[in-house]
């Protein structure tokens, strides 16, 4: 049950991103034990309680899909006033944790993250495609907030990061929106797959992002984040998954975009383990 409400996958991918993030961004020398704990432990719980706050948000149309119908509100297992006030209570533990033991930078990060995840891209999802566009931002926060934790700033590296985990996030949404297109439109939200039959559009931005990966991805090599291993393994991984993207975008069919899902499932643990291993 608590698996589900905290969407324990997502909430791992948040924390591994995040940990890539502090790992590449910190100084020569030991690693802080402590501050690490810090940051992840308070991560965790900004996660969690996104997740809750998201599906008391979206209980009523959760109910409405095949993929969303067995969490604990559709369910009945937990109820709304429940998962509420949990949802708060943890959201409002980790923000004051970042901020008082991590730092102000990261601790305003997640604040900027369980905002704009739950107040704007959330309700987009109802009204308009560009939803995906907008909520891949949340999305690539966690490595940022990693970076700053580790450098109690912003800087060049950190963006980096955050700019893979942006165009990672669009060819990996657009084909779990793909897969489950009536799904989303028996639930009424305006994914791109939904108001795109013929799928062109779809196809198209999904090759555009990934093309537009391949060098974003390179920056840790550009930057000096990470060395020449990584970069030779980065092109490696980038043009096996752009070539995922033409072919779902030649297919367009619910096979090819399982398979673009897969390879972006892949991709990115992959690259990440790249980044740690070759970090200069």
């Known amino acids: 049950m608590l698996v589900d409400l905290f969407k324990a996958r997502l909430t791992a991918l948040v924390l591994l991103t ?4 502090y790992y590449a961004g910190r100084s020569e020398g030991a690693l802080d034990g402590l ?9 965790a719980l900004l996660a969690c309680g996104a997740a809750a706050l998201n599906q008391f948000m979206e209980r ?6 095949r993929r969303t119908a067995s969490r604990p509100l559709p369910t009945g297992e937990l109820q709304p006033l429940t998962v509420l006030f949990v949802g708060v209570c943890i959201s409002v533990m980790g923000m004051l944790w970042l901020s008082h033991k991590v730092n102000a930078v990261t601790g305003f990060l997640g604040a900027v993250t369980l905002g704009s ?51 990672w996030q669009l060819p990996h949404f657009l084909a779990i929106a793909w897969m489950y297109k009536d799904e989303y439109a028996d639930a009424g939200y305006v994914m791109l797959p939904v108001i795109d039959p013929d ?18 991805s390179l920056a840790p090599f550009v930057y000096g984040v990470a060395g020449e291993i990584y970069l030779f393994g980065a092109l490696i991984l980038g043009m096996a998954f752009l070539w995922r993207a033409i072919q779902f975008s030649a297919k367009l069919d619910r ?9 972006s499932i892949l991709y990115l643990p992959l690259l990440l383990g790249l980044l740690v291993f070759d970090r200069i």
Not at 60 to 65: A, E, F, L
């Open 18 to 21: 995040t940990l890539v993030g």
């Open 35 to 43: 501050l690490l704990f810090h940051t992840l432990g308070a991560t």
């Open 60 to 65: 009523k149309w959760d109910r409405q899909m």
């Open 117 to 167: 995840y739950l107040f704007v891209y959330t309700p987009l999802k109802r009204i308009t495609p560009l939803n995906t566009l907008i909520g891949a931002i949340p999305g690539a926060l966690p490595p940022l907030m990693g970076w700053t934790a580790a450098r109690g700033e912003i800087t060049i590296g950190g963006w980096a990061l955050f700019a893979i985990l942006m165009f």
């Open 199 to 216: 799928g062109e559009k779809t196809g198209r931005q999904a090759v555009c992002h990934t093309f537009g990966l391949l060098p974003v």
């Open 255 to 263: 096979d090819s975009a399982k398979k673009l899902f897969f390879a």
